[in-house]
């Protein structure tokens, strides 16, 4: 392994963290008011293929925001269901994610190839020219987001009242909150972010949609936050520590020697965020309102 | 009118009086469904497709006969135990998302059996046995890791589930791969294969041992001691730890159940489906594939009953059954996907409590029959109270 390996690495692990990093601080902007969405595994994959869609028929920039616009209208839908109708975050979630895979596979086989789909060069997000190699824009908004949400959290009014509907949004609505529209507003700007990591994976990374195009990610992004304890700056950390590994299993599979069979390189990224979250769990604590709809007595 | 049918009238009345405004979970169910299937066909408009047809072909697909009921119930056999997996752990409290790989490492355990020359029927009970081992072993890994780190068993079930998937496909490409055609994994030996049920059809005694074991969670969950435990450890760990039910026992009991099931479920699919009864490691293991999380939406559709899971199964092996058909129906064929885009749309449906509150005019319409109705009645009642 020599230098250049190194780079191309790490330059794989940038563009691998973008949709965890997105994903993540979407989702600690979530948790924090007190919805646990797993259905991000869902988003992230309407939100590629709708951005695909998108992107060939307005350029690059509509493709983006159709992303991000699927992404928030699906954690929308979450978001009411569990806010004024008083779901079950756990199984809406569930549900998303089934309906995802479906509908990106049905979506698939209606635009031609089954299982998957090219999106053509030309409507590809324009990367920035750096002197270890091309990046694309959306990198720079993954690396400031955490900074911003971070004092954000922290040090705005609203921040604390987001805090505030997570924590004890009996308090809250003593004192003024409206507790469910703070929720799904915190929603619909996680759901935004993942969508526009899912939209980001088809048009500026991959370059294309399949029915597997999310593996995990949505996933692996919430083990990010499980990690951070609603840190964006330790879920942008733990963003990289995933991307590294699976563009480090990515490098592996190319290699000719074959030092390991591809199945269990493939294993690697899963293993590697089970290690991180057992040894990482105990000392986070997570809003006490986490996952509980909330009613006024 | 005597003493006796007064109660029971009043009872039955208050029966209909829960039905109809959103208590009654067989309704809930019921509307699910219906709403799933009408944003089926909402999307299938929206593609160009004419969803009455496609219902059409996909029920006649689905119970039109004896043939298609045959194979509406073979589906519908490892939907049943994927399906209690997830349901005896969300009764003790718990959510087991982790079906799908438990039941990867059963269908591989069950396909090692070919390794060795049993009778029948002590080859069948050797398989479903390595199958339940193997399933229930994979399902203890989150269970231990909730346990000592509390490691959310969300994220490390499906965290599992990538690694079965992995470690399945190299253990069927590489390992138990059969030399002659390397895109699949040796075959269950004649000894330990399910007899057909019903000639002709792929449907096999496999569906006793997912009826068998569903019944057996019954009975275990509602007519022990130990299910009684499991179950007040589920509604509230709090209040069940100070009422001396030690609830870290009964976590690790739902998961082991769980991953038995999930590993018969395994077992059914590769003994029981013919024609190769074998794996397919070429081509991502496409009999197994989903089959897990498919079973996430049975269970909640079945409210997680076994009872209403049997049925629930049935509806669902019904709908991938008859999806098969109705992707090749004619002028109109709709691909099989949109199967699981209905069932991603039930589930959905299916996580709003009281779903039919949604419907105020229902609502209202149904307690004014209810006044009504008891207008009608009350006299009877108050002259027989008095």
């Not at chain 2, 119970?63 to 194979?71: D, F, H, I, L, Q």
């Not at chain 2, 989150?142 to 490691?151: C, Q």
Request: aromatic share 10%; charged share 10%; proline share 5%.
């Amino acid at each position: 392994m020599n230098f250049s390996d190194i780079i191309s690495l790490l330059r794989i692990s940038l563009h691998a963290m973008v949709p965890l990093a997105l994903t993540a601080v979407g989702e600690i902007v979530g948790e924090t008011a007190g919805l646990f969405n797993i259905g991000l595994e869902g988003i992230l994959l309407m939100s590629a293929f709708a951005g695909a869609i998108g992107a060939e028929a307005g350029g690059p920039y509509v493709g983006l925001l159709v992303g991000m616009g699927v992404g928030g209208a699906m954690s929308l839908l979450f978001a009411l269901i569990n806010t004024y109708w008083k779901g079950t975050q756990m199984v809406t979630g569930i549900g998303i994610n089934l309906f995802a895979m479906g509908f990106v596979a049905f979506g698939l086989i209606q635009l031609g190839a089954p299982g998957f789909h090219d999106v053509p060069r030309a409507v590809s997000l324009f990367k920035i020219r750096t002197p270890i190699g091309l990046y694309s824009p959306v990198i720079l908004l993954a690396l400031i987001l955490p900074f911003v949400i971070h004092w954000f959290l922290k040090r705005t009014r609203a921040g604390l009242m987001l805090k505030a509907a997570g924590e004890m949004p009996e308090a809250a609505d003593v004192a003024g909150i409206n507790v469910n529209r703070i929720r799904l507003l915190a929603a619909v700007f996680g759901g935004a972010m993942a969508g526009l990591a899912g939209a980001y994976m088809s048009v500026a990374w991959l370059g294309l949609v399949t029915k597997g195009l999310s593996a995990g990610r949505g996933f692996i992004a919430l083990a990010c936050v499980v990690f951070s304890g609603l840190n964006p700056l330790l879920a942008l950390l733990a963003a990289f520590i995933f991307g590294f590994f699976q563009a480090l299993a990515e490098w592996v599979k190319t290699l000719p020697s074959k030092p390991i069979p591809g199945e269990f390189v493939s294993m690697l990224p899963y293993i590697v965020t089970l290690l991180v979250v057992s040894g990482a769990i105990g000392r986070v604590r997570f809003p006490k309102f986490l996952g509980t709809p909330y009613k006024r007595e | 009118m005597s003493t006796k049918e007064a109660p029971q009238q009043s009872r039955l009345l208050r029966g209909v009086h829960r039905t109809l405004t959103g208590l009654h979970p067989v309704l809930e169910s019921l509307i699910a469904a219906l709403v799933g299937l009408l944003v089926g066909a909402i999307l299938m408009s929206i593609w160009g497709f004419h969803p009455w047809k496609a219902y059409f072909a996909l029920i006649q697909g689905a119970y039109g006969g004896s043939y298609e009921w045959a194979s509406s119930l073979s589906r519908a056999t490892p939907l049943i135990l994927t399906a209690l997996t997830f349901s005896i752990c969300l009764r003790a409290g718990m959510f087991n998302i982790g079906a799908e790989g438990q039941m990867y490492m059963g269908a591989i355990a069950a396909v090692c059996i070919t390794y060795f020359t049993l009778p029948p029927g002590l080859h069948h009970i050797v398989g479903l046995i390595f199958a339940a081992v193997v399933g229930a072993a994979w399902s203890l890994i989150p269970a231990a890791l909730k346990l000592m780190r509390g490691v959310s068993e969300v994220i490390s079930t499906i965290m599992f589930n990538w690694i079965a998937r992995w470690l399945a496909l190299y253990l069927a490409i590489y390992v138990i791969v059969d030399p002659l055609r390397p895109e699949k994994t040796l075959s269950i030996p004649l000894t330990a294969r399910f007899p057909i049920l019903v000639p002709r059809t792929d449907l096999s005694y496999g569906i006793f041992v997912s009826i068998g074991f569903a019944l057996v969670i019954y009975f275990l969950l509602w007519h022990t001691a130990t299910g009684y435990e499991l179950r007040a450890a589920g509604l509230n760990p709090s209040a069940a730890r100070y009422g001396g039910i030690r609830t870290k026992r009964t976590m690790f009991l739902s998961f082991i159940l769980g991953g038995i099931a999930a590993g018969l479920a395994g077992a059914t699919i590769v003994m029981g489906l013919p024609p190769t009864y074998a794996v397919y490691g070429g081509g991502g293991l496409p009999q197994l594939l989903n089959m897990g999380f498919d079973g996430m939406a049975v269970a909640m559709v079945g409210r997680n009953h076994p009872i209403g899971i049997i049925v629930a199964a049935v509806f669902f092996g019904g709908l991938n059954a008859g999806g098969r058909v109705m992707q090749f129906y004619g002028s109109n064929p709709v691909p099989l996907e949109m199967v699981r885009v209905v069932m991603g749309a039930i589930v959905l449906a299916m996580s709003i409590p009281e779903l039919i509150r949604l419907f105020p005019m229902a609502k209202k319409g149904g307690q004014k029959l209810i006044q009504s109705l008891r207008r009608a009645t009350r006299g009877t009642i108050e002259e027989e109270s008095a």
